[in-house]
């Protein structure tokens, strides 16, 4: 089974709204990465989880804040979002983080559309 | 992080015909890797080749990869309209996190 689960698949909130978008692996997978896509653009990486731990933090904006709770799962907590965060918003996983060249193919979620109005 | 580049950016083609799309970087990478992304939709993986690796099939897909000229390109044979997508290399390097291109938007007539 490779797949990684996103809920809700549609969002649409408010400036001053808090919302969370979720996503669930349960390939045993030790790493977990939220990407970005605005329309025709590629996938831009916002964050990675290595065994539950922030790994790797691409300067995102503090109104958006990851969580890990356990392995399987990864969260984004959202908060005073401004229109321009609008996007398409990936989750991924991968078996751990690439490493001695070896490369781990990354698997993607169907994506989170988020409106912020 | 370096990006791939890929080439053309926009590929129309007729059922039954090949489809070929290229991908450039800058500086040297570890592993390069292909993906699908249908309209809205989430990426799908298709083919991770190594930086010691030259060719991988995988399918009607065939991916090389020429690390003196930097570049790689996806061929995808005998085109399908299901093949309709866009299409982007994303490239590793020392972070060995995979970084996307700008993507080739494939149309595939029937």
């Known amino acids: 089974d490779t797949e990684v689960t996103q809920t809700p698949k549609h969002l649409v909130m408010g400036m001053t709204n808090k919302k969370s978008l979720k996503c669930e692996q349960h390939?045993?997978?030790?790493?977990m990465y939220w990407y970005k896509q605005k329309a025709k653009k590629p996938p831009e990486l916002m964050f990675v989880y290595s065994y539950e731990k922030l790994s790797i933090n691409e300067s995102v904006p503090s109104r958006f804040s990851p969580e890990c709770p356990n392995s399987s799962l990864l969260n984004l907590h959202l908060h005073a979002l401004q229109p321009e965060d609008s996007a398409l918003y990936l989750c991924?996983?991968?078996?751990?983080?690439?490493?001695?060249?070896?490369?781990?193919?990354?698997?993607f979620g169907e994506g989170s559309w988020l409106t912020v109005v | 992080s370096q990006q791939g580049e890929e080439d053309p950016q926009a590929l129309s083609i007729q059922e039954g015909e090949n489809a070929t799309m290229n991908c450039s970087y800058k500086?040297?990478?570890?592993?390069l890797q292909w993906y699908r992304q249908n309209s809205g939709r989430g990426l799908v993986h298709l083919i991770l080749i190594r930086s010691n690796e030259r060719e991988k099939h995988s399918g009607r897909l065939r991916v090389t990869l020429d690390t003196s000229k930097k570049s790689s390109s996806l061929l995808i044979t005998a085109s399908r309209a299901a093949d309709t997508a866009s299409y982007f290399c994303a490239v590793s390097g020392g972070s060995y996190i995979p970084t996307f291109g700008r993507g080739t938007s494939l149309i595939v007539h029937p």
């Open positions: 500086t040297s990478i570890n592993n």
């Open positions: 991924a996983s991968s078996q751990a983080l690439p490493a001695g060249g070896s490369g781990n193919t990354i698997y």
């Open positions: 390939m045993g997978h030790r790493a």
